[in-house]
């Protein structure tokens, strides 16, 4: 139980399109959703935090018009790079939490997807 | 702000090896601390979990304990396998917080027969 799939794994984009990633908790349903970026040999960093029907709370320094984040169902989450350039060639994570998760940290609830990884041209 | 700094990598050890993945953490409250494991082409999964100083989790044949003195969480294994091979991350998190993770860097760890 407890999987997440993300689509696609992996996507090679002309700088100036736009690219969009989907996030799915397969047989579990999220209320919160969490998109990270990792480069290479650095760790994940948090973008943006997702709550079913609402906007999405971004990290510090992390541009909300560039990276759209749609979370319109409770298995179902968007991450939408707009106008992608080379510097936003990176791996793509997103996690989620269970709707059942209650008051367990976070830590133990929130169940990851493989990963897409971007590579703009 | 929180960070996590964990032993940078690869790692590679032949199969019944002693396995230590060094990490340390700094925040600023009161965190539950974690290692998750990436295998190749899969999520980030729980490895092992503690919550509180002194705690030691275990999942595996996997340890970590708690190490408030020295702001530690370092994972050791006593005899690694090939199936071992993956990507291993330390993390935390605020207790009352936000429920933000903060990674480490990771660490790949290739197990040789």
């Known amino acids: 139980g407890a999987v997440v799939s993300q689509h696609p794994s992996w996507v090679i984009c002309k700088s100036g399109t736009s690219v969009k990633i989907e996030c799915r908790s397969l047989d579990f349903q999220a209320t919160t959703m969490f998109w990270y970026r990792q480069f290479p040999k650095q760790s994940l960093m948090l973008m943006a935090t997702s709550n079913e029907g609402s906007k999405a709370t971004y990290e510090q320094g992390v541009e909300k018009d560039k990276f759209l984040i749609n979370h319109a169902s409770l298995t179902l989450s968007t991450l939408t790079v707009t106008s992608a350039h080379p510097e936003d060639s990176s791996f793509y994570i997103c996690?989620?939490?269970?709707?059942?998760?209650?008051?367990?940290?976070?830590?133990?609830?929130?169940?990851f997807g493989p990963g897409t990884r971007l590579l703009v041209l | 702000g929180d960070s996590v700094t964990q032993m940078e990598g690869p790692v590679t050890l032949s199969e019944e090896a002693f396995l230590t993945i060094n990490c340390t953490y700094t925040a600023t409250g009161y965190p539950s601390l974690f290692w998750y494991v990436q295998y190749p082409g899969e999520g980030l999964q729980l490895l092992l979990k503690?919550?509180?100083?002194?705690d030691k989790g275990s999942n595996k044949g996997f340890e970590a304990t708690y190490r408030k003195e020295t702001t530690s969480f370092h994972l050791e294994k006593g005899s690694v396998q090939v199936s071992d091979s993956a990507v291993y991350f330390c993390?935390?998190?605020?207790?009352?917080?936000?429920?933000?993770?903060?990674f480490g860097t990771g660490t790949r760890l290739t197990i040789i027969p």
């Open positions: 503690a919550t509180k100083a002194d």
């Open positions: 993390a935390l998190t605020e207790i009352f917080g936000n429920e933000k993770l903060t």
């Open positions: 996690s989620a939490r269970d709707v059942t998760s209650g008051v367990t940290p976070s830590g133990e609830t929130q169940y």
